[in-house]
Nanobody, 123 residues
């Protein structure tokens, strides 16, 4: 069982930055794919960025060059650094994890989810 707790959401002006954090708790870390997803009410959940157990990352085209995913295994923490924020980045952001084969932006494989943290970007 993996527990995920996000923090760091809030409000920002367009062009600003925020950093999201996700602390995970599990007996063993190895082999997990972890990622960030976001969802706006009435729309499908969107994969933002994921990082595999070997540190390979995949970032959605919509945020490429602006967002970066990283993890600190010593602190059991996953990060999402969000720069050059746009109003269209406004959403609930979720941290997720799974231990299956592969690591991509599709949300179907992810077994564990955090409660979410709201990000609101104003113009």
């Amino acid at each position: 069982q993996v527990q995920l707790v996000e923090s760091g959401g809030g409000s920002a002006q367009a062009g600003g930055s925020l950093r999201l954090s996700c602390v995970w708790s599990t007996y063993t870390y190895s082999g997990y794919c972890m990622g960030w997803f976001r969802q706006v009410p009435g729309k499908e959940r969107e994969g933002v960025a994921v990082v595999d157990h070997d540190d390979t990352t995949t970032v959605a085209d919509s945020v490429k060059g602006r967002f970066a995913i990283s993890k600190d295994t010593a602190k059991n923490t996953l990060y999402l650094q969000m720069n050059s924020l746009k109003p269209e980045d406004t959403a609930m952001y979720y941290c997720a994890a799974h231990s299956h084969w592969g690591c991509d932006l599709g949300d179907a494989a992810y077994d564990y989810w955090g409660q979410g943290t709201q990000v609101t970007v104003s113009s």
